[in-house]
């Protein structure tokens, strides 16, 4: 699906989904030569205990444990849970979902997605058999899940409900902020989400002993005093990630706000535009708008989602397919195994969906760009009226340079 740039590309440099934000350069560099001269670098440090404290106050969870990444942290949080069998999840979602559920032994059965992208009640309720245990929703590309619909179900068929939120730090639904739902939330600092700590995940929780056991199994199952009580893993965030992610949670506001502009500048953009649809949150929502996808419909837009990519990376913007093919399409979940099948919604949003490029450097006129090539594609393709493509503008050359 990739293109070469062109010598004559609107941008000059790659602009690509998930380019690491780096909110206070100067902080976070601070904050590593402090962990150095306290050669305190691992094992509960303090910069970790402060990420970790952060995170409590700003999703409101009584405990919010940091860990090496978010596959890591929903391992844990499934284990410490005692989930067995089959646990019900999204196809659509990233491959880490289902991966940490099979790679603790555990049969990830996929369900179908609502209008909103996220696990849909009504459909888990019908893949529920004597081996279900638990549900995991996944707040999808920062949209909440249906929580309410997904309680409603697990606490009928006495399941466990976990949520996966490695998109959606910051997001609320229905006035309940995300790290407060289910029985416990997972999230990631990945390097490509909004807020990174270079890799990073945690458990967020308001059960203390769900937290205290959580706590043990990231450091080999030793408790508070180091006496070991348990089975364990070494999933110990270090001092370093700690220092980037408490810079950056700290920013988290200027952060979101940057990407709801953003937001806005697409939706702008690509308004009216036959068979573009931006997508945006459930209206009881407050959305993170870490992520700005959209759908493209190609019996109205005359172009595929694949020429839309192929196109802008010929101007050298690198956007994302995600998550195409779903899940119940890889090789590693044979379908005979995690059936049932078809799961319509999923295989028509995995056909469409597109995520643009949309870190904290780009200016307004880069997302007019980018709109202003998805303008001219769909003009072209569909005979509408439309905005000609002015390519390349000065300004973006001219950051290019300096
Ligand atoms: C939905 C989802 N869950 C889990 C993960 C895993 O997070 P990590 O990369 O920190 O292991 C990701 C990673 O991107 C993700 O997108």
Redesign the pocket.
């Known amino acids: 699906m990739s293109a070469t740039p062109a010598a004559s590309a609107a941008f000059g440099h790659a602009v690509r989904v998930g380019a690491p934000n780096i909110p206070d350069r100067d902080r976070v560099l601070d904050r590593i030569a402090g962990a150095l001269s306290r050669r305190t670098l691992s094992n509960n440090g303090p910069l970790v205990r402060e990420f970790e404290d952060r995170l409590r106050r700003l999703t409101g969870a009584r405990h919010c444990i940091a860990v090496t ?4 942290a ?1 391992e844990l949080a499934v284990r410490a849970c005692g989930l067995t069998g089959e646990v019900i999840v999204p196809s659509f ?2 491959v ?2 289902p991966h940490a559920l099979s790679w603790q032994g555990l049969t990830p059965v996929f369900g179908d997605v609502d209008a909103y992208g996220c696990l849909d009640p009504d459909h888990v309720r019908r893949l529920v058999t004597p081996r279900t245990s638990g549900i995991v929703g ?1 707040h999808l590309l920062g949209t909440c899940c249906d929580a309410a619909g997904l309680e409603a179900v697990a606490a009928e068929l006495g399941l466990v409900l976990l949520f ?1 939120a ?2 959606a730090l910051g997001s609320a639904t229905d006035g309940r902020r995300v790290g407060t739902l289910g029985r416990a939330e997972i999230f ?3 390097a ?2 909004f807020v990174n700590s270079f ?3 945690a458990v967020a929780t308001d059960d203390d002993e769900l937290a205290a056991r959580v706590r043990a199994m990231r450091n080999f199952g030793q408790d508070d005093d180091g006496v070991v009580r348990s089975l364990g893993t070494n999933a110990k965030m270090h001092e370093i990630s700690a220092a980037m992610g408490l810079t950056a949670v700290e920013n988290i506001t200027g952060l979101i706000a940057g990407n709801e502009q953003r937001h806005t500048w697409y939706a702008d953009g690509l308004r009216d535009l036959p068979g573009i649809a931006v997508r945006g949150p459930r209206p009881a929502d407050a959305s993170n708008y870490s992520y700005l996808s959209v759908l493209v419909d190609p019996a109205r837009a005359g172009v595929t989602r694949d020429e839309i990519v192929r196109r802008l990376a010929e101007e050298n913007v690198f956007a994302k397919v995600y998550f195409h093919p779903g899940n119940h399409r890889l090789e590693p979940y044979p379908q005979e195994r995690h059936r049932p099948l078809p799961l319509p919604r999923s295989e028509r949003l995995a056909e469409q969906i597109l995520v643009l490029p949309n870190s904290a450097d780009l200016t307004a006129d880069d997302v007019g760009l980018i709109c202003r090539l998805i303008r001219d594609l769909v003009t072209r393709a569909t005979g509408a009226r439309g905005e000609p493509t002015s390519r390349p503008t000065v300004s973006v050359r001219a950051r290019e340079s300096s």
């Open positions: 990444n978010g596959t890591v929903l979602t990233y880490a979902t996944v996966d490695a998109h990631s600092f990945h490509t989400k890799e990073g995940g």
